[in-house]
């Protein structure tokens, strides 16, 4: 998987991430930020 310069996640709701698998992509998409990340939840 490539980093990018910014990384923008929508949808960050804790209950969008229940399982163990939801968790590690989650963690996988904000560490592939080089210098910007943005999460939009409610």
Do not use: P, Q, W
């Not at 949808?11 to 968790?23: C, I, S």
């Not at 930020?33 to 999460?39: E, Q, S, W």
């Amino acid at each position: 998987m490539k980093e990018s310069d910014v990384v923008i996640i929508f949808g960050g709701e804790e209950e969008n991430y229940l399982t163990l698998m939801d968790k590690k992509l989650l963690y996988i998409a904000c560490s592939r930020a080089l210098h910007r990340l943005v999460i939009y939840y409610l």
